[in-house]
């Protein structure tokens, strides 16, 4: 039953979604002050330790043993019963441990995300127990409604190809709750800050469009024809959000930006995620286009409205594109492009839209509930936000005792 073909293919895979951790991290490093780059770069990297085992450990278990109810249970903990031969209710062509493997990258790098809405301000300590506790008790609980076999979210009928209620919805709505309660960051409004290194970003934005190919191409699990339409649609959506992006700059400020370019097609990719796998290439340049107006809005006019310092916006990039791009699938979803999906409103079948709107609405209110409740408790024993001295230095220093650049200014 393994093809050797499929199993190359997941192993490849696996490897580009890892590498869109560190890409995240330089992505996030660039945006905030020179005095805080170490910090997120150690999130970023210590959530790839923590989280890989973490997954090998209970996670995998917790979110893919099939199993009806909150999550999946410990009868695959520790891997037991995960071989190397094929397991058909996941993926019947390539070992269990490959699929395994795969959607560890998903585990590590959903929390990873929430880093944005949180950045130079929180304890490092605090950090590594909230990571731990939100990955256990709102990702594989979410992630085996959505994917597992047994989930009630999948019986119902729910399309999620590569995550965006998984990852990109319910990382987005954690970044939301966080930023609200631990509080805008020190002399926010007199010292607005701005991305200390743009090549930086830059980069982490090529390294994530460059992984996500194995996110969402990947996520077909065989290298077929669906995996050939995940890649295509993958790179139109994001390159019709930076342009759209780039336009809307343009009209409003007189000027494109490259930073505007770049969040514009991370906002694509994340729209396009639940779709990649049940959408055309039509749709997808719909689907790109649209998410920049809609995260545009998000972030330079809702935020500043309300005053939460969501400080590199991952809720108004990942929480409203994937938003957008779950609701989008249930419009746009094609039995032609996959039989196994569905087809959308838009083809003959309004009840996906409603199911996809549904879950959307499921992801919201339980990750929120759950994000603040894993916080207080954090708070409570441990206190989440390192002193205004601390934030003031740089959490460079005073949590690692590095700096980032030894050339000073």
């Known amino acids: 039953m393994i093809n050797t073909g499929d199993t190359a293919w997941i192993l490849i895979s696996s490897a580009l979604v890892l590498l869109m951790t560190p890409g ?11 005095k805080n780059m170490l910090s ?36 695959w903990a520790g891997l037991k019963g995960v071989g190397l031969e094929a397991y058909p209710d996941y993926a019947g062509t390539i070992p269990h441990q490959a699929f395994m493997i795969f959607q560890a990258m998903f585990a590590i790098i959903t ?15 605090a950090f590594l127990v909230f990571t731990l506790l939100w990955a256990t008790f709102v990702y594989d609980p979410l992630c085996h ?5 047994g989930g009630w979210l999948r019986n119902l009928g729910a399309l999620d190809f590569a995550g965006g209620t998984v990852v990109h919805i319910n ?6 709750v ?9 002399n926010l409004d007199t010292n607005t800050p701005v991305p200390h290194n743009l090549p930086f970003v830059v980069l982490g934005t090529g390294l994530l469009w460059f992984g996500w190919f194995g996110f969402n191409a990947g996520s077909a699990l065989a290298a077929n024809g669906l995996a050939v339409n995940a890649f295509v649609v993958t790179n139109t959506a994001a390159a019709a959000a930076g342009l759209s992006w780039a336009l809307l700059e ?14 514009g097609a991370v906002a694509g990719l994340v729209a396009i995620t639940p779709a990649a796998g049940f959408v055309s290439v039509i749709p997808a340049i719909i689907i790109g286009s649209l998410v920049s107006v809609f995260c545009f809005i998000a972030v330079s006019a809702i935020k500043p409205k309300f005053g939460y310092d969501d400080s590199l916006d991952a809720f108004g990039v990942h929480c409203v594109g994937g938003i957008w791009g779950a609701l989008a699938t249930g419009l746009f979803a094609s ?20 199911i996809q709107l549904a879950t959307v609405l499921v992801t919201i209110g339980y990750t929120f509930i759950a994000t603040f409740l894993i916080y207080k408790l954090v708070d409570l024993f441990i206190g989440v936000r390192v002193s205004e001295k601390e934030e003031l230095m740089g959490l460079d220093l005073t949590q690692h005792r590095e700096r980032a650049y030894t050339v000073l200014e």
């Open 24 to 34: 995240l991290a330089f992505f996030y490093g660039g945006m905030v002050r020179k």
């Open 40 to 75: 997120v770069l150690m999130q970023c990297f210590i959530i790839m330790c923590v989280l890989s085992l973490q997954w090998v450990l209970f996670g995998y278990s917790l979110s893919f043993h099939p199993a009806s109810g909150f999550w999946g249970g410990f009868g």
């Open 111 to 125: 929390p990873a995300l929430i880093i944005g809405a949180f950045a130079e301000r929180m304890k490092f300590s």
């Open 145 to 149: 409604w959505v994917w597992g076999i």
């Open 171 to 176: 990382a987005g709505i954690a970044a939301l």
């Open 178 to 186: 966080t930023a609200l309660v631990i509080g805008r960051r020190k």
């Open 250 to 263: 343009w009209k409003r400020n007189g000027k494109p930006t490259m930073f505007g370019v770049a969040s």
């Open 335 to 354: 039995k032609a492009v996959n039989p196994l999906g569905a087809d959308g409103l838009f083809f003959g079948n309004p009840k996906q839209f409603l």
